[in-house]
Structures are given as C-alpha cells and as structure tokens.
C-alpha cells in the first residue's frame, strides 16, 4: 500500500493550495472542528496523509544513505555532509514520529523501493564513482523534499505537521544547497588527459617522399658561327 501512495503522492502534492496554518480552504469533509474556523488537532487532509509517508521514507533513506556514504567515502568534505545527514534527518525522522503517534497515523517501516534500489546501486560503487553518483542522488531527493515539504505548508491541514514541515523547509534547502556545491566542486576536477595513441608497425604510414628539386633552366644555344 504505501510504495503505491508514495508514487501517487508527487502528483497530489503539486496541486496548488492556499497558503495557511490549518488551511480551512481546503478542510477534509468529515474534518472535527476546534470552532468555526480551526481544524481540531491533528485533523488531516490527503495532503497530510501523503506528507507522512514520503517524510517518513525519504528521511530513513536519508539516513541509510548517509551511512553508507560514511563507510564509502574518502572525501573530508562529503563525510561531513554525511554526518549533518544523519544528525539532521535523524532528529526530523523522531519528530515525525511523535507527530505520527499522536495523531495516529501508521508510517511506513522503511525506506520505500525506489530508495532501496538506489542504495544497492551506490552499494556497487567505490571511490570517486561513489562519491558522485551520491551526491547526485542527494540533489534529487533533496529537491523532491524542499517541493514536498512547501506543498505540506501551503495545503496542509494538521497545523502541527505544517509548523513542522515550514522548520524543516530551511534546513532541507541548506542541505541541498551543500549537496549542490559538494557536486560542482566533485564535477568539475579535469579529466586524465589520454595519451595519444601510439601506430602499430603494420599499420604505421609510409615515409613521406623526399622532396624533389625542380631542374635547372638549360642555358642558352651559343650562335653560330658564319
């Protein structure tokens, strides 16, 4: 079920809505009210639902990814962004579930199978290939994430999973801002030169011909004499 509603979810997440805590313009039909214009806690909408579910298995992904990357990785520089991986999405991963708890939403146990298939990928790689094909999956997900964590804020309806989702947005911007730079600086080290290739005997060409000096001009006939 949740693999199936995590694929769906970017399409419903795009929609536009109104930008507002608690979002009355775009309350659930059966949404339990705490007075005229405030949705009683924890009352969710379709956006919530799915915000739940991809925060939750994108921000284990995180996690998993990021450990991999540190057992990987000979770069100074993206183990340290490895390491503010795990601290961050670590600490936004126990805040989503406590907000899960309370309003009683089930979360999915792990990271969802398009993830799963990127860390077997990034399992097969080693040094700088590893190093780039991470940080390129880290500018993904980190651009899906800033995109659903703004549809959470602007068309959501639990106002706590919105207030969390609008600390969040800052942070995930600032990692994927890292990610992106970690990239430029990873792409942009110049290639080996290839030397030049060196003609084999048989194929070697011939020796250009030597040069050919043009003839003298004869000299004159010398006249008769009469």
């Given at each position: 079920m949740f693999p199936r509603m995590i694929a769906a979810g970017w399409v419903l997440l795009a929609a536009p809505a109104l930008a507002q805590i608690g979002n009355p313009g775009n309350l659930a039909p059966d949404t339990a009210m705490q007075d005229a214009a405030t949705p009683a806690p924890h009352q969710r909408n379709a956006h919530d639902t799915l915000s739940y579910q991809l925060l939750a298995a994108g921000g284990m992904a995180e996690v998993a990814l990021a450990q991999l990357a540190l057992d990987r990785t000979g770069s100074d520089e993206l183990r340290s962004f490895a390491e503010m991986m795990v601290r961050d999405h670590s600490d936004a991963n126990q805040r989503l579930a406590a907000l899960a708890e309370a309003a009683n939403v089930p979360l999915p146990e792990g990271p969802d199978p398009e993830h799963q298939a990127m860390q077997e990928r990034l399992a097969g790689l080693e040094g700088g290939d590893f190093d780039l094909a991470y940080i390129r999956g880290q500018i993904t997900d980190h651009q899906k994430t800033v995109q659903l964590?703004?549809?959470?804020?602007?068309?959501?309806?639990?106002?706590?999973?919105?207030?969390?989702?609008?600390?969040?947005?800052?942070?995930?911007?600032?990692?994927?801002?890292s990610?992106?730079?970690?990239?430029?600086?990873?792409?942009?080290?110049?290639p080996a030169v290839s030397p030049a290739p060196v003609a084999r005997p048989d194929t070697a060409a011939p020796p250009a011909p030597a040069a050919v000096s043009p003839a003298p001009p004869a000299a004159p006939a010398a006249p008769e004499t009469p």
């Open positions: 964590l703004s549809a959470e804020v602007t068309g959501g309806q639990d106002a706590e999973l919105q207030r969390l989702a609008a600390e969040l947005l800052p942070v995930v911007q600032g990692h994927l801002d990610a992106r730079d970690i990239h430029a600086r990873l792409a942009g080290i110049s």
